[in-house]
């Protein structure tokens, strides 16, 4: 079976990290947040906001008072 030298690498990387912390996943998670706070960078939230409803549900009741109903023609 072939092998991906690249992607063989990065599993060895990853055990390496994990097997630093024991293979504690509180204590790994708590090293990426620290990371993630000592980089600077701007960390955004992609999560849906409650409330909302897709585009494609047709109910505009949900997404605002100036939203349009869709979800009927008018003829």
Not at 42 to 49: D, F, H, M, Q, T
Not at 51 to 72: F, I, P, Q, Y
């Amino acid at each position: 079976m072939w092998k991906d030298e690249i992607v063989e690498e990065i599993h060895q990387i990853r055990e390496a990290y994990a097997k630093s912390f024991d293979y504690d996943l509180d204590a790994i998670f708590a090293d990426l947040r620290k990371k993630q706070a000592e980089s600077g960078r701007e960390v955004v939230n992609l999560s849906r906001k409650p409330g909302l409803t897709t585009r494609w549900s047709g109910r505009a009741r949900d997404v605002g008072e100036d939203a349009k109903d869709t979800s009927r023609r008018s003829t």
